[in-house]
């Protein structure tokens, strides 16, 4: 009886010892592959944190008119897979992560370097679905600028 003891005893203390990650880690980790994918120019890692029908969209500003662009994810990831390894180096901060279930937001100021050289600053706004288990981008619009940014 004590040995049965003496295991379930060992059991509880990994239980207790073992992290889960939360919902708010497993959103920022989906994000963070995006990155990484980018920096590594791996196109299909890329493609894999999004979702099917996703969209990408970013807020450009010339001559105080505003617009947005919407990007085709594919030729994204097409563009991306073309980079060597570090010339596409998004850096980010989480700021916001919200989530409901199965549907997440996400709020990350970053700062882009290409090539190892600043390019522009903005902030990046995420959707994302909990699809079979699994945290996918659905939306992102950005903004980007290239004053006023922290390195």
Not at 24 to 38: G, R, Y
Not at 56 to 74: F, M, N, P, Y
Not at 110 to 116: E, L, R
Request: charged share 25%.
């Amino acid at each position: 009886m004590k040995k049965y003891i003496s295991i379930i005893a060992c059991f509880l203390l990994i239980a207790f010892n073992v992290k889960a990650q939360s919902t708010e880690d497993s959103v920022k980790t989906t994000i963070n592959k995006l990155f990484t994918a980018m920096k590594n120019g791996d196109s299909k890692a890329l493609l894999e944190c999004f979702s099917d029908s996703a969209i990408l969209q970013t807020i450009a500003e010339k001559d105080g008119q505003v617009s947005v662009r919407t990007e085709i994810i594919k030729e994204f990831a097409d563009f991306v897979g073309t980079q060597k390894q570090g010339d596409a180096d998004e850096r980010i901060t989480f700021d916001m992560v919200k989530t409901d279930g199965v549907l997440a937001i996400a709020w990350t100021p970053y700062q882009f370097y290409y090539k190892g050289q600043f390019s522009h600053c903005g902030v990046d706004s995420y959707q994302l679905v909990r699809i079979n288990g699994e945290w996918k981008i659905q939306y992102i619009i950005d903004t980007r600028r290239k004053t006023n940014c922290e390195q």
